[in-house]
């Protein structure tokens, strides 16, 4: 039986954008529209850095 470290990254892990504030999923969080490329993903020719190209940030909600 083999285990895996907590602080080793799994294939399973979801990368983090810079503009991410959180993992998907987390309590407290959602899905926003990117304010960098508004959604489309793309900033000119190339993909948005904020949100990697998919249009979307995770962001707290509820202002707490």
């Given at each position: 039986?083999?285990?895996?470290?907590?602080?080793?990254?799994?294939s399973d892990q979801t990368k983090l954008n810079p503009g991410d504030q959180a993992e998907p999923g987390t309590?407290?969080?959602?899905?926003?529209?990117?304010?960098?490329?508004?959604?489309?993903?793309?900033?000119?020719?190339?993909?948005?850095?904020?949100?990697?190209?998919?249009?979307?940030?995770?962001?707290?909600?509820?202002?707490?």
């Amino acid at each position: 039986m083999t285990s895996t470290p907590k602080d080793q990254a799994g294939s399973d892990q979801t990368k983090l954008n810079p503009g991410d504030q959180a993992e998907p999923g987390t309590p407290g969080t959602g899905e926003n529209v990117c304010p960098e490329c508004k959604g489309s993903g793309r900033v000119g020719a190339t993909a948005c850095q904020t949100c990697g190209g998919t249009g979307t940030i995770i962001e707290g909600v509820g202002g707490a």
